[in-house]
Every structure is written in C-alpha cells, then in structure tokens.
C-alpha cells in the first residue's frame, strides 16, 4: 500500500500557554521538565497528524535552553517534521517566550524529538513520505537525515 505523501505544512503544530506561578522554581523561572512536557506534547501531535494514525515518542535526540523563561510570560511551541523514515518521525520543536508588556520574544529552546506511528496492533507502521518544498524544508530534511543515520549507527554499536 502505497501512502500518498504530505508536506511539512500539513502537520505543523504551535501551542501556546500562559507559565503560571505552579510551573516554576522558587526564582519565577519556569522548570525545564515544564518544558520538555509541552515539548512532547507538540511533537506527538504533530507527528500524529501526518502519520494520521497514534504515534509515541522513541527518543530525545537533544534538548537545549538558551534563556530562561520567567512566570508571566506566554511560552509558545512551533513543531513541525524534519524528516520522515519508514516509520520513524523526526520533529524539530522550537520554543519562544513573549513578554505580553513588551511583545519581545525570545527563542527559549529547541528540540528534537523521535516518535514512531502505531498500527492498530500496537507495532510501528509505516507513515506518509515528506515533501520538503522551501530551502529550509530541504535543509531540515538533510540534516534529519544525519541525525537519523547517527542514530542507527549509536544504536547498532549499543548492540
């Protein structure tokens, strides 16, 4: 069965949430395992959304924090896919903060997130190709590529 591909557009995925007092440390900073909660969250549904079938989370490739994000601000998660395998999803998800007095924004975090499409058997199914249609798109494709061939190469020495 041959699945009919999608562009990265049709599963792109942005979140947004007011950080509120209960999401952070004593300093007013919101705690990284916020982040990285909502972070999934966004991946999962975008990768659900082009898989169009259930999909879990196999990896966190990485997961930087640049600035911190402080009570008060609204943070916002971008995920969109980089690169799509047989059944394997790579979803970049980049984080922003917004002072709501001032309008600045800030790239806060970024992330890459490995999520693999369940059947309805509950084992790894196949998904649609990825069309990448703007340099970035092509970019972020090639570069997933890489991510991915290290991590199979990481996985077969584990081995």
């Not at 999803?89 to 490995?114: F, N, Q």
Request: proline content about 6%; glycine content about 8%.
């Amino acid at each position: 069965m041959t699945l009919k591909p999608k562009r990265v557009r049709d599963s792109c995925v942005e979140l947004g949430q007011l950080v509120q007092l209960s999401d952070t440390n004593p300093m007013g900073y919101i705690h990284g395992g916020v982040v990285m909660r909502m972070v999934d969250e966004a991946g999962a549904i975008a990768a659900t959304k082009h898989a169009g079938r259930p999909a879990v989370t196999v990896a966190i490739d990485s997961m930087s924090f640049y600035s911190p994000v402080q009570v008060g601000n609204l943070i916002t998660f971008k995920a969109s896919l980089n690169y799509v395998g047989r059944t394997s999803m790579e979803v970049g998800i980049r984080v922003e903060a917004e002072d709501l007095l001032t309008g600045e924004i800030i790239h806060t975090s970024t992330a890459y997130c490995v999520y693999v499409a369940l059947g309805i058997d509950g084992k790894p199914a196949p998904v649609p190709p990825l069309v990448p249609e703007t340099d970035d798109e092509k970019r972020r494709w090639e570069a997933g590529k890489r991510r991915q061939e290290l991590r199979l190469q990481e996985r077969h020495s584990e081995q």
